[in-house]
């Protein structure tokens, strides 16, 4: 069996609003291992972004207790979970989110300026050779199709040699054809080794999946 690289117990994210309090994610136990690659389905406001902007370091947990890749950041600080999610995660958004007035090689290279790292132009380069936009690294982002939008935005997320790559909904705003892209791509990452974690509406990115967990008011129901 492949080692852990997310455990979470008791996991809860509760939001305390005048009228109610809300449970996003309600006492979520979840084991996650290294290569898995799992979908996490259910209908809009089941607690999908908010279950993985906690197993990414984005947020942080109301009780319960979580670790990734052997770091446990349960209670850690917001300059703590930085470090850990730099360091070893990847995102990939519904919205594309690349700077419009960046090539599509320059939107790669955003998070080396951010880390203040030397720009390493050639593998820059081969991630995007990676994910299939070799011809298309002087290409604004006006100029992409969305499926070649959100390749960019993977390669982008590749960057930082992640371990484990978290996508909210990437295939939201994509055609049939586009979505299929990135099917492609997520699996050939994945058939390399690389976690992925991956919340969608899309049966079929569903179904490429290894393990589907079903949510419900912020529980796994299946
Ligand atoms: N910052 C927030 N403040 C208050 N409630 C929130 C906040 N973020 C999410 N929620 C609520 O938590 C629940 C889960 O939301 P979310 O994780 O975005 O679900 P999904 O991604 O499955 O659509 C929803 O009821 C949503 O309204
Ligand atoms: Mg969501």
């Known amino acids: 069996m492949n080692r852990s690289v997310i455990t979470g117990k008791r996991m809860s994210k509760v939001y305390h609003l005048p009228a109610e309090d809300i449970y996003a994610v309600n006492n979520i136990d979840l084991d996650i291992h290294e290569g898995d690659y799992v979908a996490i389905m259910g209908p809009s406001g089941s607690g999908k972004t908010t279950l993985l902007d906690i197993l990414g370091c984005m947020d942080s947990l109301s ?28 995102f990939v958004f519904q919205e594309f989110l690349l700077i419009p007035t960046l090539t599509a090689l320059e939107n790669v290279e955003i998070p080396l300026h951010f880390a203040r790292k030397n720009v390493k132009r050639a593998e820059c380069i081969d991630l995007l050779g990676k994910v299939g936009l070799k011809h298309r690294i002087n290409h604004l982002p006006k100029q992409l199709s969305g499926g070649e939008k959100q390749r960019v935005a993977i390669a982008r997320a590749l960057m930082a040699s992640p371990k484990i790559l978290i996508a909210d909904e ?11 892209e990135i099917f492609n791509v997520f699996q050939k990452l994945n058939q390399e080794g690389l976690t992925i974690i991956v919340a969608t509406h899309d049966e079929q990115l569903g179904k490429q999946a290894r393990r589907i967990l079903h949510l419900k008011d912020g529980k796994i129901c299946s």
């Open 63 to 90: 009780s319960g207790e979580l670790k990734v890749l052997g770091f446990d950041v349960s209670g850690k600080k917001e300059d703590e979970l930085v470090k850990i999610r730099r360091g070893h995660i990847g």
């Open 170 to 180: 990437p295939t939201g705003n994509l055609d049939t054809k586009n979505s299929q």
